[in-house]
Nanobody, 116 residues
Framework: QVQLVESGGGLVQPGGSLRLSCAAS????????MSWYRQAPGKERELVAS????????TYADSMKGRITISRDNAKNTVYLQMNSLKPEDTAVYYC?????????WGQGTQVTVSS
């Protein structure tokens, strides 16, 4: 059974940091491109960052570039999103996604709230 389980979300003050984790199981993690998306209330889901399979090339949304780092540990079947200098507009549910060809899987999301 495929599972993507996000963790690490929570309430943080503006300027703070969070590290999100997404633990994967039920598929060959190392073959998949892993991505983080976010969806704020009333807005469409948007890509935040992605990291390819073994090559490890990364892409970042312009809105968060310079403040985030995506990484993966294929031995632990886990992808991470380090977020720094967080802003109130970063408040959203953050989702993990795995893709390989026509296959895609989504996690259930983790809430990130940036507020003083």
């Amino acid at each position: 059974q495929v599972q993507l389980v996000e963790s690490g979300g929570g309430l943080v003050q503006p300027g703070g940091s969070l590290r999100l984790s997404c633990a994967a199981s039920g598929f060959t993690f190392s073959m998949y491109t892993m991505s983080w998306y976010r969806q704020a209330p009333g807005k469409e889901r948007e890509l935040v960052a992605s990291i390819s399979n073994p090559g490890g090339s990364t892409t970042y949304a312009d809105s968060m570039k310079g403040r985030i780092t995506i990484s993966r540990d294929n031995a632990k079947n886990t992808v991470y999103l380090q977020m720094n200098s967080l802003k109130p507009e970063d408040t959203a549910v953050y989702y993990c996604r795995a893709t390989f060809g026509f296959r895609q899987y989504w996690g259930q999301g983790t809430q990130v709230t940036v507020s003083s």
